[in-house]
Nanobody
Framework: QVQLVESGGGLVQPGGSLRLSCAAS????????MRWHRQAPGKERELVAF????????NYADSVKGRFAISRDNVRNTVYLQMNSLKPEDTGVYFC????????WGQGTQVTVSS
């Protein structure tokens, strides 16, 4: 069955960096685009970053452009989110998402940006 397992979250000070990973299994990873979403407390889940199946196309939410970078390794079946210059408003649970076209979500990883 399809599994998406996120890791790499944690507590970081404003201005710091984190790298999230999402290990995928149960489908042909290299055939599908991948997405990172996040959900802040009391807010709806929002799309943060998108990467096409080959990695040739990447899109970002305006709020993270220039600070976050999405990438993927189609050999390791893993998608990454490098987050730099983190702000308190980046706090939330980060989820990776695959549409095969059925939609799958990981369990999420908590990111807390606080001094």
């Amino acid at each position: 069955q399809v599994q998406l397992v996120e890791s790499g979250g944690g507590l970081v000070q404003p201005g710091g960096s984190l790298r999230l990973s999402c290990a995928a299994s149960g489908f042909t990873f290299s055939n599908y685009a991948m997405r990172w979403h996040r959900q802040a407390p009391g807010k709806e889940r929002e799309l943060v970053a998108f990467i096409s199946s080959t990695g040739g196309r990447r899109n970002y939410a305006d709020s993270v452009k220039g600070r976050f970078a999405i990438s993927r390794d189609n050999v390791r079946n893993t998608v990454y989110l490098q987050m730099n210059s983190l702000k308190p408003e980046d706090t939330g649970v980060y989820f990776c998402n695959a549409r095969t076209p059925n939609e799958y979500w990981g369990q999420g990883t908590q990111v807390t940006v606080s001094s």
